[in-house]
C-alpha cells in the first residue's frame, strides 16, 4: 500500500499560480493528477512517469497543455503541480494518484491504484 498525502490547494485570483505537491510514502511507476469540478466526473490533468521505460516522460490534458508543469523528486517521493495563469474552471477538487504497474497510458484513473485524500483549489474571478 502506498499513502499520498497532498498540499499546496487554495483561493486565488484569476491568473494567478498555485504549486500542489503529493508526497508518496514508496515510489510507483507513476504518478498523475486529476481533478473534479461539482457536478462533474473526475477528469485527468497531468501525469508523470517515475520507473521504467520513459522515466520522467510528462502528459497533459489540452485544458492544462501549457498553463500546468508536473514534474518530481525522486529523492523526496514528490510530485509537483505547478499551475499558472489559473482560470475559474481550474476550480475543483484535485487528487494525486499513484500506479502500482507500468502502463503506456496514465491518462485514465483506472491506471492508478493509489489516492490521495484531495486538495481545493479555487479560482477567482
Known amino acids: 500500500q502506498v499513502q499520498l498525502v497532498e498540499s499546496g490547494g487554495g483561493l486565488v485570483q484569476a491568473g494567478g499560480s498555485l504549486r500542489l505537491s503529493c508526497a508518496a510514502s514508496r515510489r510507483t511507476y507513476a504518478m498523475g493528477w486529476f481533478r473534479q469540478a461539482p457536478g462533474k466526473e473526475r477528469e485527468f490533468v497531468a501525469a508523470?512517469?517515475?520507473?521504467?521505460?520513459?522515466?520522467?516522460?510528462?502528459y497533459y490534458a489540452d485544458a492544462v497543455n501549457g498553463r500546468f508543469t508536473i514534474s518530481r523528486d525522486n529523492a523526496k517521493n514528490t510530485v509537483y503541480l505547478q499551475m499558472n495563469s489559473l482560470k475559474p474552471e481550474d476550480t475543483a477538487v484535485y487528487y494525486c494518484a499513484g500506479s502500482g504497474y507500468y502502463y503506456s497510458d496514465y491518462g485514465t484513473a483506472g491506471a492508478y491504484d493509489y489516492w490521495g485524500q484531495g486538495t481545493q483549489v479555487t479560482v477567482a474571478s
Open positions: 508523470i512517469r517515475v520507473r521504467g521505460t520513459g522515466g520522467g516522460s510528462t
